[in-house]
């Protein structure tokens, strides 16, 4: 233990001394840390995968919905019909701020057949702070991102829940999956006919074989 904290130690103040352009000391402390937040949490994070193993279809469709994105435009989910979409509420100072990356990397591995999504949200210990700008030129900058963002908004369940959270987090709309987002980086995955297929939570990496297995799915 002893050899463990030491280890901690030095790699901490090494990530001080080595602040990456455009992150704060904590972004960067976090993002050298990911690998090592994920190897610890990947095991119980699979348990936490739910699925519409029926194909239960939504009460409501997934394509009447609307968001503005980070720009203030609407974005409207009709558009998305017959592609996968990927939905994930987001934090720059989180643990898992490094999944930016790996859902860069879906986004482009998967071209038009997936739509990834990002909701920054600053419900769970203001993690995000920032405003639609910010955010926006924080992921472009430190983690390349080009798959759409919305503008701030509250995912956990409340008076002013957004209404994309509300549709995915109620089974009377969705049809199945009650399961609100527990912390930063929850997935939601919409298969073509907008049926939602999957929960992951935030101990799922995106490039998970859980995740891909899902989105490769002929359902």
Known sequence: MIKIAIAFGVLVSATLLMKK??????QSILKTLYPAIMWTSTSSGKKQIQTNNGNVEPIVSFYNLSAKDINGNEFKFSNLKGKKVLIVNTASDCGF????????KLAQQY????????????DFKEQETRSNADIASFCKKNYGVTFPLMEKSIVIK???QNEVHKWLSDMTINGWCHQEPTWNFCKYLVNEQGVLTHYFPMTVDPLAAEVIAAIESSK
């Open 21 to 26: 352009p455009g992150m704060s000391y904590r």
């Open 97 to 104: 701020t490094g999944q930016y990356e790996a859902l860069e």
């Open 111 to 122: 071209g038009d057949k997936l739509v990834v999504i990002g909701f920054p949200a600053n």
């Open 158 to 160: 409340g008076n002013h």
